[in-house]
């Protein structure tokens, strides 16, 4: 007798091999039938017009404050996520002493842009080591499955104490070894790696650099070292690359050492437009001499939004914006469409640090609804302005004041140098890369990329206009196989089996992002940037549904996935 049986849906399994229709047994949380079966199950579900394939395996989140309040774990939940990998940039909230607990809230804040507020009212400090926190996660229920990494800013903190954010300060051989050894005792009690920043982007809620940033050799190799003598666990690390050989040279000795795999953040910077090709040639040189290293790259570019509500806008260090800006949002905007304060405002000088951020007007574009992600050159705010004889300044002021205020606009960051997203599928072309990078449960007030997956199939797979498309077969299976063996997880990925029945029931063509919002509805009352999506008729977990049509089921099948096979 089967629990479930999902019948007449059309398959995309994972594997990359052709769609094909088949009926779907499912008993104990694992896929036991693909195709036609007499047995009878306790219930059946109708796939017929629907697609059918594996759950999202998102390799790139910040949910490690997030998973001890929220079990349903938004936005990926609505995205067809079933698996999420946290942890991920050096930061996180364990290993923690009990005088730590701010400092790694301001790290976390400054890094990842989530409200400190939020996370000092929802963490409830549970654990010190990392087997603790893993045991109060799973302690609790969530929905989907989770995966721990290490983080290195954490880790530090906890070895070295306050010297650990020193940058002029380095680790003892002792503390050394016992970052190590602590990083190798946590995988093996079920983190699934260890993570580390090296960017000057990432810096704590004062502005100091990630404590990792600075590490020396000595330090990333004796950690690398003592986490292969486990036998298990991956690394994932960001790095500026501003000395790219120089850079890429230690993280692949840190490989070497260890003998276990790597994955690197790789983007396109507008400042170093090709390097990004030069990275991937120097992973693919490494791989084909047997090291198994790998970029996480992003589906589209890694843009900022900007609105009034949002952490950013271009006139907010404006002395006339500041003596409004503690008004409510609706006595802003009614203030704002004064043409009077317009003037002043549009006069007042902006920092150049904020002008950098938020008056590239070239790289800024109105989203829409839907929203789009690969707008052209003529739709930019210099062109629109130029075309309309006003300044950009104008256009944007006018622009940030519709819908009540609540609109958005669009920044292209990273992977937008050629304004269209070829270097994107280019990217995720190479044979050493997985889609990743969408940081979702993060940057809650400037960038709202934990729809990635959605996009990923939607605009690659059916609606881009401005470019090659890709097989929807194969963004299936970049997003669930190849990202799930990423991290080591065999039992998840594709629809075959012997496999865990995690699983996406999708109406293709009803499938559409819609444009991001803005909630207040973290502890505390933070405020979050989401995107919903529609089209998913239904995410199972372990054979049971936990969210329809974009609505949490309340049932919590998930689980903190011990990662004891990556060995």
Do not use: C
């Given at each position: 007798m089967l629990d479930l049986i999902i019948r007449g849906g059309t398959v995309i399994d994972g594997t990359g091999a052709p769609r094909f229709q088949a009926d779907i047994g499912i008993r104990g949380g694992q896929i036991v039938t693909v195709g036609e079966t007499d047995e009878q199950a306790d219930h059946e579900i109708d796939a017929q017009g629907l697609l059918v394939t594996p759950g999202w395996v998102d390799v790139h989140t910040h949910y490690d404050g997030q998973v001890t309040w929220d079990p349903y774990l938004t936005p990926s939940i609505w995205h067809g996520v079933t698996t999420v990998v946290m942890g991920n940039c050096g930061?996180?909230?364990?290993?923690?002493?009990?005088?730590?607990?701010?400092?790694?809230?301001?790290?976390m804040e400054g890094v990842e842009d989530i409200p400190g507020t939020a996370l000092a009212e929802g963490i409830q400090w549970q654990w010190e080591s990392f087997p603790e926190y893993m045991d109060s996660i799973e302690r609790g229920s969530i929905s989907i499955d989770v995966v721990a990494q290490v983080p290195h800013g954490a880790l530090r903190a906890f070895v070295m104490g306050e010297r650990g954010a020193d940058h002029q300060t380095e680790p003892t051989t002792e503390e050394i070894e016992t970052m190590g050894r602590l990083a190798r005792e946590a995988i093996a009690a079920?983190?699934?790696?260890?993570?580390?920043?090296?960017?000057?982007?990432?810096?704590t809620k004062d502005g100091d650099y990630t404590p990792s940033l600075t590490a020396s050799p000595a330090e990333m190799l004796g950690i690398a070292k003592a986490i292969g003598e486990g036998g298990r666990g991956v690394f994932e690390m960001v790095a500026d690359f501003a000395h790219l050989d120089e850079e890429f040279a230690l993280l692949r000795e840190m490989v070497e050492v260890s003998g276990r795999p790597m994955s690197i953040s790789v983007a396109q910077n507008d400042r170093v437009p090709n390097q990004w090709r030069r990275l991937l040639d120097l992973i693919g040189e490494a791989v084909n001499e047997g090291l198994p290293m790998t970029a996480q790259v992003p589906p589209r570019a890694i843009g900022l939004l900007l609105g009034l509500q949002a952490s950013f806008h271009p006139f907010m260090t404006s002395r006339h914006y500041k003596g409004i800006e503690a008004l409510p949002l609706s006595e802003r905007v009614e203030r704002m469409r004064d043409p009077s304060l317009k003037a002043k405002i549009l006069a007042d000088e902006i920092s150049p640090g904020l002008a950098e951020l938020t008056c590239r007007f070239e790289r800024i574009f109105e989203l829409g609804d839907p929203p789009d992600y690969?707008?052209?050159?003529?739709?930019?705010?210099?062109?629109?302005?130029?075309?309309?004889?006003?300044?950009?300044?104008?256009?944007?002021?006018?622009?940030?004041?519709?819908?009540?205020?609540?609109?958005?606009?669009?920044r292209t960051f990273l992977n937008y140098t050629d304004y269209n997203l070829d270097v994107s599928r280019d990217m995720l072309l190479d044979p050493n890369t997985v889609p990743g990078l969408g940081d979702a449960g993060a940057h809650c007030g400037l960038i709202c990329d934990g729809s990635f997956p959605s996009f990923l199939m939607l605009h690659f797979g059916r609606d881009r206009t401005r470019g090659e498309k890709l097989e929807l077969e194969w963004l299936v299976k970049r997003q669930t196989a190849d990202t799930a063996r990423l991290i080591g997880l065999e039992d998840r990925g594709?629809?075959?089996?012997?496999?865990?029945?995690?699983?996406?029931l999708i109406d293709w063509s009803a499938m559409q992002l819609r444009p991001p919002e803005i909630l207040f509805d973290l502890p505390a009352g933070g405020k979050r940037l989401v995107q919903r999506v529609d089209g998913y008729r239904m995410t199972l977990v372990a054979g049971q549904s936990v969210c329809e049509d974009g609505k949490p089921t309340g049932i919590l099948p998930g689980q903190l996935v011990r990662h004891a096979s990556a060995s």
């Open positions: 930061v996180g909230f364990a290993p923690a002493a009990p005088d730590q607990h701010d400092w790694l809230i301001s790290l079920g983190a699934v790696g260890f993570s580390s920043s090296r960017t000057r982007n990432h810096r690969e707008p052209a050159p003529e739709d930019s705010m210099t062109a629109r302005a130029e075309a309309d004889d006003i300044t950009p300044r104008d256009l944007v002021y006018d622009l940030l004041l519709k819908n009540e205020g609540h609109a958005l606009l669009y594709v629809i075959q089996p012997g496999k865990r029945a995690d699983l996406n």
